[in-house]
């Protein structure tokens, strides 16, 4: 065991996010093609006197520090399965836009379970992890294992997904946030007869190939009227983004960043250049995929 322990976790886009009608529990049936994105939070973890969780970067005053902090509640559901006290001090460095739809608190939680694991020498299953995770939210599993997969129910069944290439994107930062419930509150009311949720083949292909075009041709979010109907300004992030050139536009997730398909680096930079230069986001950044998931940078 080692005093203290990093982990890297990466940000995800849903290239396909097909959402059937509310269950009884609140939540939405999906097939939710996840994919990993090279876009970065770590997590630190630290012995200490009392569970403590601190954070810097971009968005860090939006992030709570209390309980409710997907890492804090990480470190809670380890420690109190091995019946260890969560005496940690977790730092979070945000690379991933907050509150964006990117997964950034999923990826925290995750990056959190891992980190306790390694310090703590709990040497939990991969199984026992994926279980933690899903109780801690429907995206955190995909957080822990990355690359691409196919996630069914409510996003937290995971099948992997084989990917034959690297996609190249870009993602346009929004000045704000949105709610996730209240995106899908809002689908609800936007798509009365939502019909059961199925992945598209061509787009599982498109990814299994490492086909640029075709994933731009088949990529699709089901929220992206709902966040667009509470965030209308998107339409023009995503109008200039097709205007430099990108391959496919979309919302990623439940929003407000939009995530742009390109057809390669440097046609990346020019859409990141041209998103800057709209005055329509607040910030663009490049980044590719697949990604790793949750990987340990300081050994325990
Ligand atoms: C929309 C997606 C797409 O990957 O991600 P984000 O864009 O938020 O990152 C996810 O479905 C978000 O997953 P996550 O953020 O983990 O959600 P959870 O904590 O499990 O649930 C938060 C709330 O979102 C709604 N929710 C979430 C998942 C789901 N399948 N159906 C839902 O209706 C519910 O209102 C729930 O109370
Ligand atoms: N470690 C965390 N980092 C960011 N947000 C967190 C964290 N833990 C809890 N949250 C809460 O989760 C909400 C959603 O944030 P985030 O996971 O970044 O976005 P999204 O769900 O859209 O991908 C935030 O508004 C915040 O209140």
Known sequence: MSATVTVRVPAKVNVQLAVGAARSDGFHDLANVFLAVGLYDEVTVTAADELRVTCEGPGADQVPLDRTNLAARAAELLAARYGIPPRVHLHIAKGIPVAGGMAGGSADGAGALVACDALWGTQASREELLDICAELGSDVPFSLVGGAALGTGRGEKLQPLEVG???????????????????????????????????????????RTGDTEALAATATNDLQPAALSLFPSLADTLAAGTAA????????????????????????????????????????????????????????
């Not at 509150?185 to 007869?193: G, I, N, S, W, Y």
């Not at 440097?266 to 949750?294: F, W």
């Open 245 to 300: 050139g990108a391959l496919a536009a979309l919302v990623s997730g439940s929003g407000p960043t939009t995530a742009f398909l390109t057809a390669d680096a440097a046609s990346a930079h020019k859409v990141a250049d041209a998103l800057t230069a709209s005055g329509t986001c607040r910030t663009a950044r490049v980044a590719t995929s697949p990604a790793r998931g949750a990987q340990v940078l300081t050994p325990g």
């Open 165 to 207: 290439g690297t996609f190249h994107w870009v993602f346009a930062v929004a000045d704000g946030g949105l709610s996730t419930p209240a995106v899908y509150r809002e689908f609800d009311r936007l798509t009365p007869d939502a019909p059961a949720p199925e992945a598209s083949p061509a787009l599982l292909e498109a990814l």
